[in-house]
């Protein structure tokens, strides 16, 4: 089904204040700008000031590609045309000429949760011994999970998980493997587990 800017409107995709990406092969142009108005199949964008030098190739009937991210679901895109310019106030107005495509989107639906769950790292030699530690599941999807901890677990580190399901009084077991980690705050990790 195609998506008009209004459906994305609709969708909570795209709304004011939302961070796009403008492209113009031709004139070798690529920028942000922010979503200042919304119509039927229209956008009012403001340009971010350190692209305003490269705007000068572009005029009115000027075709450009749009594009945005949308967390957890995929990157969309659009192509345009430029309806008005007013250089002055760094003010686009594009006109949607061609449907909303999603573009690299998640294959599995991503879960956000805030769990507390444990895990146990599998590190013979690790000074964290056989000890299961406490941490918070923070999204789960089909192929894997982020989960916030406060215990070293270095990219690889194969780990046990429990995630208690309270509602059913069960306890899911799952075996994963560390594939990513991203620094959190007071000494907390992000790991990304598939």
């Known amino acids: 089904m195609p998506i008009t800017i209004a459906g994305a409107v609709q969708q909570k995709k795209i709304a004011v204040g939302k961070q796009v990406s403008l492209t113009n092969s031709h004139a070798d142009l690529t920028c942000r700008a922010k979503v200042v108005d919304v119509l039927v199949k229209t956008l009012l964008l403001q340009v971010t000031t350190p692209d305003m030098r490269q705007l000068k190739a572009l005029k009115p009937q000027s075709e450009v590609i749009i594009s945005f991210t949308v967390p957890d679901d995929a990157i969309y895109a659009c192509q345009a045309t430029i309806a008005s310019f007013n250089e002055d106030a760094a003010l686009i107005q594009i006109k949607q000429a061609t449907p909303l495509e999603r573009r690299e989107q998640r294959l599995d639906y ?34 894997g999970a982020s989960i916030l901890t406060s215990v ?11 995630i208690p399901l309270d509602e059913v009084d069960h306890v899911l077991e799952a075996t994963a493997q560390v594939v990513r980690l991203k620094q959190g705050e007071e000494g907390q990790a992000i790991a990304g587990v598939s």
């Open 110 to 143: 991503r879960l956000k949760t805030a769990e507390i769950i444990y895990i146990l790292a599998e590190q013979p030699d690790s000074p964290l011994g056989q000890d299961w530690h406490q941490a918070c599941l923070l999204d789960i999807s089909r192929g």
């Open 152 to 162: 070293a677990l270095p990219i690889g580190t194969e780990i046990s998980v429990w």
